[in-house]
């Protein structure tokens, strides 16, 4: 079935650190794939998404490029923020929100 | 713009109790409306989605229900509850059809004693 892995957390980085969360999925078929992002005491909310290989998704200084031959969707940030605080999920669905799978999600903490 | 309400943000409930948590969309038509719950150091598992009105579709089996008796009003319910139950509750919409953005509300803490 499909399934997603990201890297346990927690994570924990200095201001202006390098970030990678990384993610990869077990898929039939031709799945989209998404990182989620949830602050302290909200909801998830969408932070970027690719939908088909090699596309690269981008958003608030985060990307994550698509990668068929790795089956992965790696996050990046060049320099994290203080406000970067949050879990970040990493999700995947193949023909329509109903068989979305989200990954157990990775806690970043980052220190000023 | 859509807005998606939750209600309560928190709960306390003791076993065995009865539970019902509510959920509202605001500012769009036809949603695909979901519930998932979210427990400590797990991630997301979708509980339930519903297409239109009084069409639920259950993932798993469990002690909890879902309604929707109108087209932006979605339910979760229980009978009695479990300690099992607890966890963090969150609804999500998202356009009708297909893959696309989920949009989840604020979500609901839900701790059974």
Same mark, same amino acid.
């Given at each position: 079935?499909?399934?997603?892995?990201?890297?346990? +957390?927690?994570?924990?980085?200095?201001?202006? =650190?390098?970030?990678?969360?990384?993610?990869?999925?077990?898929?039939? +078929?031709?799945?989209?794939?998404?990182?989620?992002?949830?602050?302290?005491?909200?909801?998830?909310?969408?932070?970027?998404? =690719?939908?088909?290989?090699?596309?690269? +998704?981008?958003?608030?200084? #985060?990307?994550?490029?698509? &990668?068929?031959?790795?089956?992965?969707?790696?996050?990046?940030?060049?320099?994290?923020?203080?406000?970067?605080? =949050?879990?970040?999920?990493? =999700?995947? +669905?193949?023909?329509?929100?109903?068989?979305?799978? #989200?990954?157990?999600?990775? &806690?970043?903490?980052?220190?000023? | 713009?859509?807005?998606?309400?939750?209600?309560?943000?928190?709960?306390?409930?003791? @076993?065995?109790? /009865?539970?019902?948590?509510?959920?509202? @969309?605001?500012?769009?038509?036809?949603?695909?409306?979901?519930?998932?719950?979210?427990?400590? %150091?797990?991630?997301?598992?979708?509980? $339930?989605?519903?297409? %239109?009105? %009084?069409?639920? *579709? *259950?993932? @798993? /089996?469990?002690?909890?229900?879902? *309604?929707?008796?109108?087209?932006?009003? $979605?339910?979760? *319910?229980?009978?009695?509850?479990?300690?099992?139950?607890?966890? $963090?509750?969150?609804?999500?919409?998202?356009?009708?059809?297909?893959?696309?953005?989920?949009? $989840?509300?604020? %979500?609901?803490?839900?701790? @059974?004693?």
């Amino acid at each position: 079935g499909n399934s997603v892995t990201q890297m346990e +957390g927690p994570v924990t980085l200095s201001e202006e =650190a390098f970030l990678t969360i990384n993610c990869t999925y077990t898929a039939t +078929g031709y799945p989209s794939l998404f990182w989620y992002v949830q602050y302290p005491g909200e909801g998830l909310q969408l932070l970027l998404k =690719a939908t088909k290989a090699d596309d690269k +998704g981008s958003n608030k200084g #985060f990307e994550a490029t698509y &990668r068929k031959e790795t089956t992965s969707f790696h996050l990046e940030k060049g320099s994290v923020q203080v406000s970067d605080s =949050a879990v970040y999920f990493c =999700a995947l +669905g193949v023909y329509n929100n109903n068989d979305m799978r #989200f990954g157990a999600g990775t &806690r970043l903490t980052v220190k000023p | 713009s859509q807005t998606i309400h939750q209600w309560p943000a928190t709960l306390v409930q003791p @076993v065995g109790s /009865p539970l019902s948590l509510e959920c509202t @969309v605001e500012g769009t038509s036809n949603p695909n409306l979901y519930w998932y719950r979210q427990a400590a %150091g797990r991630g997301l598992q979708l509980l $339930f989605y519903s297409v %239109g009105i %009084g069409q639920i *579709s *259950s993932e @798993v /089996p469990q002690n909890l229900s879902a *309604s929707r008796p109108q087209d932006r009003q $979605f339910i979760l *319910s229980s009978k009695k509850l479990l300690l099992s139950d607890s966890g $963090f509750y969150l609804c999500a919409w998202s356009v009708e059809g297909g893959l696309d953005t989920q949009y $989840f509300g604020p %979500g609901t803490r839900l701790t @059974v004693l």
